[in-house]
């Protein structure tokens, strides 16, 4: 590919100019629960201006004792997320080092919510023992038609209906902003 002067421009160097950034948050050991938990929500908030694309979910789980508990983890979507611990755009990885801060907000412990319709289901993990480890369950965010899209206002929550305090999640979201 070339650029406007004729000079050669490597193919990962061209990016789309309607994105104005991508972002990835990861949590570790999100601590299981024995009734429902939102786990971690995405939010484009009102008034951003911004289109919200998810790219994808990542998620792996790690057993610490027995867990018989067989509700997914699942991702809906959401409005009216509050509560919880606001993350810090300092803890949101930017796809580039110049990119500017997310709009999106991403929220964990003690996050509150109003469900729409679930998106996915992540199958948890039967354990006798501790110390079990599954594979990376990764939830594509885009069919042909396009990629999930949150307008201001909307959100995403992952959440667990029933679990079990023998779990800890691992959490991972990407996501795009334009």
């Known amino acids: 590919m070339t650029n406007s002067t004729g000079n050669s421009v490597p193919t990962h160097a061209v ?5 104005q950034g991508g972002y990835v948050y990861s949590r570790a050991e999100s601590a299981g629960v024995a009734l429902a938990e939102n786990h971690l929500a995405l939010t484009n908030p009102v008034g951003s201006g911004k289109t ?18 067989t509700d997914p983890m699942r991702g809906w ?6 509560g919880g611990t606001l993350v ?29 319709a679930a998106w996915f289901n992540s199958p948890t993990l039967q354990a006798t023992g501790s110390s ?15 990629s999930l899209t949150l307008l201001p206002g909307e959100s995403t929550v992952l959440r667990t209906e029933l679990g079990s305090v023998n779990t800890l999640w691992n959490l991972s979201i990407a996501w795009s902003e334009l």
Do not use: C, E, W
């Not at 990016?15 to 994105?19: D, E, K, M, R």
């Not at 500017?100 to 991403?106: D, E, I, K, S």
């Open 88 to 116: 810090s755009a300092a803890d949101i990885g930017k796809i580039r080092s110049n990119m500017p801060n997310p709009v999106g907000q991403v929220r964990i412990i003690g996050v509150t919510a109003t469900l729409g």
């Open 52 to 69: 919200i694309l998810i790219a994808g979910v990542f998620i792996s789980q790690v057993t610490t004792g027995a867990v018989s508990i």
């Open 15 to 19: 990016t789309n100019p309607a994105f």
């Open 132 to 146: 079990t480890s599954s594979f990376i369950h990764q939830v594509p965010a885009t069919i042909a038609a396009g």
């Open 77 to 82: 979507l959401a409005t009216g997320v509050s």
